[in-house]
């Protein structure tokens, strides 16, 4: 008999010491002329939340489909145990995909549509088959919080609970890596976030390899223990959330995520992790990415590290040109002579009040320029 979540949760993460990930080798996919991939290389660590993130485009569902079976790349490889898994068809690899748009089946009840993928098996058609499905499925029930639920039908049910069941029925195989194909964006904010924390629950419970497709850094950040941030067909960085927003890679990755103001300046001296900048004439120390001595380079500021000081402490001035209240803080974006400057305020600051703005001798992260020709603006 098939183990329950319980049992299935404590056989993986005793596979989770021994097994290796699912990698994708050097995988390239062409549509006619247009590149989609381009050789991309990715390790995804047994049992943890991994986040695929990127804009429209960039790939990210293209490798999902790689990876489950849908589509074939034009190079490279996919290995599961270090084994190639190329050859093998979508029904025998064991990964389930969840869907967008959930894909429930209209004509079935909750129960008949999480057992579908068990009942399509052919392991046996006997009564004590037909037990065994009924206990997986109310296990999966219990699992998502849709005890009393399983009569129903996809037409009697919210957004979040449909999700629910869509999860439910790809995990009821108990697969090895499930993928999620930007499973909350149907969803309304506030059941987003519930849906958020109820995937975080489940794979934490279960001990299962999760891969989130999402082009939402909110969700990727918040629920991912790594991301792979992708952008046109190549892997921009890979890191911890924490790492991703505090020390981005690249100037793509600095706009991508989260917030922050971007500033037209001149690299100096280089020492060790930092180097010296000037911003129109305001002269500090950054992180160096990258730069070199005497070159156009772009430097990011987030918010949390500018604040309003008294003029003796400040490094620039300007007008508040936009407030937006946030909840706990206002997010104001200031004209300066550096350019344009995002911070946030716990008080309520009018648009077109004066402020003198400061930061720390240390602050932000210098980029060598792009094609943008060092603009400052405030993302």
């Known amino acids: 008999m098939n183990a329950s979540p319980k049992e299935f949760a404590e056989s993986q993460a005793l596979a989770s010491a021994r097994a290796e990930s699912v990698s994708v080798v050097g995988v390239t ?16 660590p047994e049992g943890s939340f991994f986040g695929l993130l990127g804009p429209s485009g960039c790939g990210k569902t293209t490798l999902l489909r790689i990876l489950a079976g849908l589509e074939r790349p034009d190079g490279g490889d996919v290995l599961f145990n270090g084994k190639s898994i190329l050859g093998t068809p979508p029904e025998r690899r064991p990964f389930n995909i969840c869907f967008q748009r959930y894909a429930l089946f209209p004509h079935l009840t909750v129960r008949e549509n999480i057992a579908f993928g068990l009942t399509t098996r052919g392991r046996g058609r006997g009564r004590r088959r037909r037990q065994e499905i009924a206990q997986r499925v109310d296990d999966m029930l219990s699992l998502v919080g849709l005890e009393g639920l399983g009569e129903r039908s996809p037409s009697q049910l ?3 609970q449909a999700q629910r069941v869509g999860l439910s029925r790809a995990l009821i195989n108990q697969p090895r890596l499930l993928l999620l194909d930007e499973p909350l964006s149907a969803l309304d904010r506030n059941v987003r976030n519930v849906m958020r924390e109820e995937l975080l629950r489940i794979q934490q419970e279960l001990g299962t390899t999760f891969l989130l497709v999402t082009h939402d850094q909110d969700e990727a950040l918040s629920m991912s223990s790594e991301v792979a941030l992708m952008n046109q067909g190549r892997i921009e960085q890979v890191a911890d959330p924490e790492t991703l927003y505090q020390r981005p890679a690249t100037l793509f990755a600095a706009r991508f995520i989260g917030a922050g103001s971007f500033l037209a300046a001149r690299a100096h001296r ?26 156009a380079a772009t430097v990011l500021l987030r918010p949390e590290e500018i604040r309003i000081v008294t003029e003796g402490e400040s490094r620039t001035s300007g007008i508040v040109e ?10 104001l974006t200031i004209t300066t002579p550096l350019g344009a400057l995002r911070l946030r305020s716990p008080q309520p600051i009018p ?18 320029s792009d094609d943008s020709g060092g603009r400052a603006d405030a993302t």
């Not at 400061?358 to 060598?368: D, F, Q």
């Open 29 to 44: 996919k062409r549509f006619g002329s247009v590149v989609a991939l381009s050789d991309v290389s990715l390790s995804i």
């Open 158 to 160: 919210s957004g979040g």
């Open 270 to 295: 280089c020492e060790g992790e930092h180097v010296s900048v000037e911003v129109a004439g305001a002269r500090f120390r950054a992180l160096d990415a990258g730069v070199v001595e005497g070159s």
């Open 322 to 331: 936009t407030s937006a209240f946030l909840g706990s803080s206002y997010e």
């Open 351 to 368: 648009p077109g009040a004066s402020i003198a703005i400061g930061w720390e001798e240390t602050a932000g992260i210098c980029y060598p």
